[in-house]
């Protein structure tokens, strides 16, 4: 009931690779709104099957991350290699996440 073990951490990374690389790069991050924005796009990613989607400040009000706290999260998980955006004139951003294969179905980007 401790924390992680490295056999722990060696299971959920033979499920799902990409969750060994993003858990390494959140480790890096340097906003607390980067996890709350990190954790919306791992599960809207495994909704529209890892295909691009738009995330819109709303979507992210919901999670308790402010509009101008959206774009400095996104900028650090861009930044960790994690996502890519494709910004957009006057309309909400694209969002890419790397480093998964989720699909609706398959194994999460969880340790248990």
């Known amino acids: ?3 992680d073990t490295q056999e722990d951490q060696e299971a959920a990374a033979a499920v799902h ?3 060994r690389v993003w858990r390494e790069q959140l480790t890096k ?3 607390i709104a980067t996890y709350r924005a990190a954790l919306h796009i ?3 990613n495994w909704e529209s099957g890892g295909k691009p989607f ?3 400040n709303g979507a992210l009000a919901l999670e308790g991350v402010k509009r101008s706290a959206k774009w400095r999260a996104l ?3 861009e930044q960790l290699g994690l996502i890519t955006i494709e910004r957009r ?3 909400s951003p694209r969002i890419t996440a ?3 294969t989720a699909s609706p179905g398959s194994a999460c980007l969880t340790d248990g």
């Open 98 to 100: 790397l480093h998964t």
């Open 17 to 19: 690779p990409g969750a």
């Open 42 to 44: 791992l599960m809207r």
């Open 75 to 77: 900028q650090d998980l």
């Open 29 to 31: 991050a340097r906003y």
């Open 1 to 3: 009931m401790g924390g």
């Open 54 to 56: 738009t995330l819109s």
């Open 89 to 91: 004139k006057r309309k």
